[in-house]
């Protein structure tokens, strides 16, 4: 592969480099508003909207998403919103990430391995990589829409 084809692959490739984006941040937010309602309670999408400051294209994708996930339950009618199906402890950041994005991934020579570029076979960064990439997929698998929802003044600025 000459270095300019590679260099062409390699940019070709950076849509799948992790990077957290809008979709996560309001999908996170949207969550988080959720999860501190009283679990019965149906809220509507203009309400999370207007909460949580969230352009209304963006809010109605990302709830398709979340609700195909499994993490909402959308409730049709003129009473109509969205509730959560599991609770805020069970929903991490990272299934959160990869429900509004795509699986995690910090560079894509980890993925890839051979795939990538002519220099996977002898590269020696390829297990640095990789071993961050686990580190922070662990850490945010451990992360919860509960421990985000309980930080000191969120309730009250969900709430109001």
């Known amino acids: ?38 679990s019965d309670r149906v809220v509507s999408r203009v309400e999370i909207q207007q909460h949580q400051a969230i352009p209304p294209h963006f809010l109605s994708k990302i709830l398709r998403a979340l609700v195909n996930a499994g993490f909402l339950d959308s409730v049709s009618g003129s009473h109509g919103g969205f509730r959560l199906t599991r609770a ?3 929903i991490s950041i990272r299934e959160v990430y990869e429900s509004v994005e795509r699986p995690l991934s910090l560079i894509d020579c980890v993925e890839l391995r051979g795939e990538f570029c002519q220099f996977a076979p002898v590269c020696t960064q390829i297990d640095v990589w990789a071993g961050a990439q686990q580190m922070l997929a662990d850490y945010l698998a451990r992360i919860t829409i509960s421990d985000i929802a309980d930080q000191p003044g969120l309730v009250a600025r969900l709430r109001g």
Do not use: E
């Not at 270095?3 to 988080?32: E, F, P, Q, W």
């Open 1 to 38: 592969m000459t270095t300019k084809r590679a260099l062409r692959s390699t940019r070709a490739h950076r849509s799948s480099i992790m990077n957290v984006g809008r979709r996560v941040d309001y999908a996170v937010r949207a969550l988080s508003y959720l999860a501190g309602q009283p």
């Open 88 to 90: 805020p402890d069970s």
